[in-house]
């Protein structure tokens, strides 16, 4: 059947109406939607759409993102797949104005038609501003601006950590900044500062710096900036998003917040710790001027020294104005003894060194050469000695164990003889065993009996039959002589009576065994039989 596609040219006028269709092709729902879907979907495959987003609450358990973009006459049904959202620089709020691009197509599950978003950027400054202003109220609200929480800039910091581009001219003037007030080492952690991934990178770089270990093999700033150059409100927005305040309000390093020029304001200056109008006044606030710090010391040093003089000046003049208050002959006895005890010193030095000399000579013949030669000599003859008895001993060790291992060894071969004929002797006695039990066991067999002319009268699932009276007619009977098995059936039934031994006989059937009166043999045994020797015959005429 051939189906023709609907378009808007069709003409189902009111003339039309009550005419009988027969001749137009019949499509089900899945056709008919499939078909919509492909005429929406080749006349707007990608449209651009300016609308408020309306019914937005966050991504779904999937990660797809669904809400609806409006104006006051119109609403139209928006979805973000999940791995557009991640890439999108600029996420969806509620009530955002915004221009998105996308394709139209429709969903036929709930007949409806949709635009599926690629891209989404608010429409115009007036939103963008809007937008961070919210932003701002609600991160404020949360605590992450309060000065209460804000650190101290260090004085002098050995290291500097700056996230930025290592492209820009902004890392070329925090350098040569640094270089002329006072040079330090800086770590740049390089980052996008423009861009849907930028935001990311500069959280990453805050969070890094932190994270590095203070005892490690690269050195943990004690000091981090963030710097970029001045652009529009789009250039800088990737400063303002939530993921980058974060990480500078959670920083445990002091942080300086440079970006853009003065007159830009970002969310990450009022969650830093210090913000600078530009990356070079960040510089200067990292950093004094090492001249300006020379001269305060020289400065310092200079008073420092003018003090003491002064007060020493005091402590002359307070010591004079004390020493004559002082009796004139207060000193004249302690002078006299120091008189005395200055003529006593030259003397005692010279007998202190004449007794040193003393003690000096005579450890120095101890150590004459020849003296040092007889001690080396004799400790070596000593060694020598103590070498000798130790070989000895070694040698005797060594043939005290050959002797212990050789008796080791004979007992060993004494009680490997004595095991066996341990062995020897227990394998006869339990062999004796076994034998005994053997002819125990043929003395209580009952082929012993079978063996003195019995037989042993079995039913037909071989249990042996005790009684006459378990015989009935018919039934099937297996006796068992000493010689082999022969199967019989019972003429009739049994009735007890008392038996009659044969005068003469030569054996007389066991008391155990029943007697088969009028048996039938159904088979002959190996060995035949006959009513031989009184005992009668089991099995009647033939």
């Given at each position: ?43 707007y495959?990608?449209?651009r ?105 260090p004085?002098?910091?050995e ?10 001219a902004?890392?070329?003037?925090i ?13 740049v952690?390089?980052?996008r500062?423009?861009g ?13 710096f932190n ?17 970029r ?30 970006v ?15 913000r600078?109008p ?15 710090l ?38 004249a ?10 003529e006593?010193?030259p ?5 202190n ?151 003469g006989?030569a ?18 045994s190996?060995g ?11 099995f009647?005429?033939?």
């Amino acid at each position: 059947m051939t189906r023709s596609r609907i378009t808007a040219n069709d003409d189902f006028g009111p003339d039309d109406a009550g005419a009988p269709r027969g001749n137009l092709p019949e499509w089900s729902v899945s056709e008919l939607s499939s078909a919509l879907k492909r005429t929406v979907e080749d006349a707007y495959g990608f449209v651009r759409v300016r609308g408020e987003i309306s019914g937005y609450r966050g991504p779904s358990p999937s990660g797809h993102c669904y809400f609806r973009l409006k104006d006051d006459k119109a609403v139209l049904e928006g979805v973000i797949w999940k791995g557009v959202f991640g890439r999108m620089r600029v996420k969806p709020e509620e009530g955002l104005d915004v221009i998105v691009t996308g394709k139209l197509t429709t969903f036929p599950g709930s007949s409806k038609y949709q635009i599926v978003i690629d891209s989404l950027e608010p429409a115009g400054v007036g939103a963008l501003m809007k937008l961070l202003e919210e932003r701002k109220k609600k991160l404020g609200a949360e605590g992450l601006f309060d000065e209460a929480r804000k650190q101290l800039i260090p004085f002098l910091p050995e290291v500097i950590g700056v996230v930025t581009s290592p492209t820009g001219a902004v890392i070329r003037d925090i350098l040569h900044r640094l270089a002329d007030r006072f040079p330090r080492r800086v770590l740049v952690w390089p980052v996008r500062v423009q861009g849907e991934q930028s935001a990311a990178e500069v959280a990453n770089g805050i969070e890094g710096f932190n994270a590095l270990p203070e005892d490690g093999p690269l050195p943990r700033p004690d000091l981090i900036i963030v710097a970029r150059g001045g652009g529009s409100l789009e250039d800088l927005w990737s400063f303002n998003e939530e993921i980058v305040v974060r990480a500078a309000a959670g920083s445990m390093i002091p942080l300086i917040s440079a970006v853009g020029h003065e007159t830009d304001i970002t969310l990450i200056d009022f969650a830093a710790d210090r913000r600078a109008p530009t990356p070079t006044a960040a510089a200067e606030m990292a950093v004094p001027v090492r001249s300006e710090l020379l001269a305060n010391l020289t400065a310092l040093g200079q008073r420092k020294y003018a003090t003491w003089q002064r007060s020493l000046e005091r402590h002359k003049r307070e010591l004079t104005m004390l020493a004559r208050g002082l009796p004139k002959d207060i000193l004249a006895e302690p002078r006299q003894q120091l008189d005395a005890l200055a003529e006593r010193l030259p003397r005692a030095l010279r007998a202190n060194a004449q007794v040193h000399q003393t003690q000096y000579s005579r450890v120095a013949t101890r150590l004459a050469p020849q003296l040092l030669l007889n001690t080396i000599e004799r400790r070596r003859e000593r060694y020598n000695s103590l070498n000798q008895r130790l070989k000895a001993s070694l040698v005797a060790n060594a043939q005290a164990h050959r002797l212990r291992l050789s008796r080791y060894r004979e007992r060993v071969t004494g009680f490997g003889e004595r095991a066996q004929r341990a062995t020897a002797a227990l394998v006869k006695q339990h062999q004796a065993r076994v034998e005994r039990a053997g002819k125990l066991l043929s003395a209580f067999s009952y082929r012993g009996v079978l063996e003195r002319g019995f037989a042993l009268v079995r039913d037909g699932d071989g249990r042996p039959l005790r009684s006459v009276t378990a015989v009935t007619a018919g039934m099937r009977l297996e006796v068992e002589f000493a010689d082999g098995r022969i199967a019989a059936i019972a003429d009739g039934g049994g009735s007890p009576q008392r038996a009659t031994p044969a005068v003469g006989s030569a054996a007389a059937q066991p008391s155990d065994a029943p007697a088969v009166p009028n048996a039938r043999s159904k088979s002959r045994s190996r060995g035949g039989g006959g009513d031989a020797g009184g005992q009668g015959s089991l099995f009647g005429a033939s």
